[in-house]
């Protein structure tokens, strides 16, 4: 069974510019949570969807977006990066919608100029 | 406001030895914890876990302990390999899946020495 992929898995942009990260789930899984890590704040998280509805969210501003398709695939965008957006964004699995158990991706490093 | 505190950030062992790394909460609410493990560009995968209704949990050389009152749980691994230099995370979730996905810890990396 394939594990979770994410894309791009580096990307350099610009302060301002938006930015699209990809997450395919294991397959049958229904819940896909995002976190962001930083060296100074370890692993953050941003949200959670599960069967196409964002279930639950994460302090981070607005600017911090994501959706959930059909096929349980999820994106997430990041609209007028800052500098401080910078970061390694994983993208995690489960079945159900809880936060045991999570399969984790290896992550899109951005870095922004 | 860290509800997951891991206040060692680095932790260096001799091989053969035993690691002990350390996890403390402040939320009651946490009724599940996990442990992970994520080397160098990859992500964390999922190491070993253990509910509040028990108190110890094991598999092979990893063991997790967890003490409600004193909110405090800690991960055994008897014998420290070289393979387990890596960054652990601690992480807790409350009932229901947790209204902020599963809280982590800054992580604590154990070097293992030969």
């Known amino acids: 069974k394939a594990g979770v992929t994410q894309t791009p898995r580096y990307l350099i942009k610009t302060r301002g510019q938006q930015v699209t990260l990809s997450c395919s789930p294991i397959?049958?899984?229904?819940?896909v949570s995002w976190y962001q890590q930083t060296p100074g704040q370890g692993l953050q998280f941003l949200f959670e969807?599960?069967?196409?509805?964002?279930?639950n969210k994460g302090n981070f501003p607005g600017r911090f977006s994501g959706r959930q398709f059909s096929n349980s695939r999820s994106e997430m965008n990041v609209s007028t990066l800052e500098l401080g957006d910078s970061a390694l964004y994983l993208c995690?699995?489960?079945?159900?919608?809880?936060?045991?158990?999570?399969?984790f991706g290896p992550g899109t490093r951005l870095t922004v100029l | 406001d860290q509800q997951v505190k891991q206040n060692s950030p680095s932790l260096s062992v001799q091989e053969g030895r035993i690691s002990i790394l350390n996890c403390d909460y402040t939320?009651?609410?946490?009724?599940?914890f996990l442990w992970y493990k994520k080397y160098p560009a990859e992500g964390p995968t999922f190491l070993i876990s253990?509910?509040?209704?028990?108190d110890k949990n094991e598999d092979g050389r990893f063991t997790v302990f967890l003490n409600k009152s004193a909110k405090h749980l800690s991960l055994h691994i008897v014998p420290s390999q070289p393979g387990d230099s890596a960054v652990y995370f601690c992480?807790?979730?409350?009932?229901?899946?947790?209204?902020?996905?599963?809280?982590f810890g800054k992580g604590t990396h154990l070097i293992i020495q030969p």
């Open positions: 253990i509910s509040s209704i028990k």
């Open positions: 397959s049958g899984h229904r819940s």
């Open positions: 995690a699995s489960s079945f159900g919608p809880t936060g045991n158990e999570q399969f």
């Open positions: 939320n009651s609410m946490f009724d599940y």
């Open positions: 969807y599960f069967s196409e509805t964002q279930r």
């Open positions: 992480a807790a979730s409350d009932p229901g899946g947790g209204a902020d996905g599963l809280t």
